[in-house]
């Protein structure tokens, strides 16, 4: 029995201390690649995706860091890893939207880094509630919650109105972290700012005159995109992203597009979900029921980036190319 004993003690022993190589081996690559911060005085940002990066890096400029976690996964998909937990272990602030989007995929992540220390901010928050829009949970982590209540579209980064106020959002959150740097935030805060004034005001120079202003939303998501550039959506092609729409959702959306009060013909479809084909179908059903020339529209969402292309102006480059082709397929 003494030896039985002996021989399992010396076994547990093996054991913790190869748990104790494979954690200390881990902490050392997990340090090697958190060193990659850029040597910048002010706070270390991380952003949960791409339109928040290009709010954030524009007001950070020389003087903070900002790294972005999502990229060709949106934050309706998105699942992190502990390779993306990893990133937040030195960061100090973590911009979110919130609404139920993608605070829930910031906790998980906070909570494998290990850093308690890291302040996790809402930037929707900051929007005052009469500007927001009612929406649709899509989620799957909330499916089997009967208590989780979404009523409030997150999609805010869409309008470039929206987008100021998450700016400012930002501008306050560098500034009360890295005082001796806030007149550098302000200043680039509203550079940036005045861009997004312009940005809208072309849009709305770009679509006016279109007396056809109405489309289909892909999914849920286009409210505030609407609101700002003052067009109207009719009816959302797939109640959850990536999923078709049945029969009966499908009936009702050639019901709404061929009411004669209101005829609409641009389908809007997202690069996100390329493969679906429901755009399509509905487009060749409106054609024969007589719809005067049904086409798609491409409208990125701007939820996902190829890495390459993350520059502090993509989000205007992106925007500006949404408006362009629905200056052309709008009459």
Known sequence: MRWGSLARRSLEWSVF?????????????????????????????VVSFAPLYCFAVNVAGDDAAVKNVMTTTGPHDFNPTEQDARLLSQADIMFVIGLGLDEHIAKKMKDGSGNTKLRIVELAERIPKEKLCEGVCTHAHHKDDPDHK??????????????IYLVKAIRDELKAADPERAANYDRRAAEYIAKLEKLKADGLAMLAGKADNRLISFHDSLAYFADCFRLEIRGVLTPKPG????????????RICTDETKPTRVIAVEPQYSKSNSGEVLRKELELKGVNNPVLAEIDTLE???????????????MRANLAE???KLK
């Open 17 to 45: 201390s190869l748990v104790v190589a494979v954690v200390v081996s881990g902490c050392d690559r997990s340090l090697s690649e958190t060193d990659s911060w850029p040597n910048k005085p002010g706070p270390k940002v």
């Open 326 to 328: 629905l200056a052309e």
């Open 243 to 254: 999923q078709e729409p049945d029969e009966r959702e499908m009936k009702k959306l050639i």
């Open 150 to 163: 979404h009523d409030l579209d997150p999609h805010v980064w869409l309008s470039p109105e929206h987008a």
């Open 304 to 318: 996902t980036v190829k890495p390459a292309d993350l520059t502090p102006d993509w989000y205007e480059q992106r």
